[in-house]
Nanobody
Framework: QVQLVESGGGLVQAGGSLRLSCAAS????????MAWFRQAPGKERESVAA????????YYADSVKGRFTISRDNAKNTVYLQMNSLKPEDTAVYYC???????????????????WGQGTQVTVSS
């Protein structure tokens, strides 16, 4: 199994920046894709960004393109989400997730992912 622990969430003003980290442990060799999802109160969980563990191919939701950057450090078994130009609508609990399926394309649906972190709160004030 794989354990994922998010960190770096907090309160930030609109226009500010925040960097989230997700540390993976356990049987990390199972991981094929790492991703970030978010869920705001009363809304469904949505994909934010994803990256292949090997190769570096990435995916970004239209709502965050140009503002968020996902990256990885394989030596540290960690993925990051650099969030710039934050907006109040970015407020949500952000979850790290891992997928072990070697799919040709990066999967977007939350149901596709096998392992999840506990989430970290990101609040953007106006």
């Amino acid at each position: 199994q794989v354990q994922l622990v998010e960190s770096g969430g907090g309160l930030v003003q609109a226009g500010g920046s925040l960097r989230l980290s997700c540390a993976a442990s356990g049987r990390t060799f199972l991981i094929y894709t790492m991703a970030w999802f978010r869920q705001a109160p009363g809304k469904e969980r949505e994909s934010v960004a994803a990256i292949r563990w090997s190769g570096g191919n990435t995916y970004y939701a239209d709502s965050v393109k140009g503002r968020f950057t996902i990256s990885r450090d394989n030596a540290k078994n960690t993925v990051y989400l650099q969030m710039n130009s934050l907006k109040p609508e970015d407020t949500a609990v952000y979850y790290c997730a891992a997928d072990r399926d070697p799919t040709v394309q990066i999967m977007v649906a939350p149901s596709w992912y096998d392992y999840w972190g506990q989430g970290t709160q990101v609040t953007v004030s106006s």
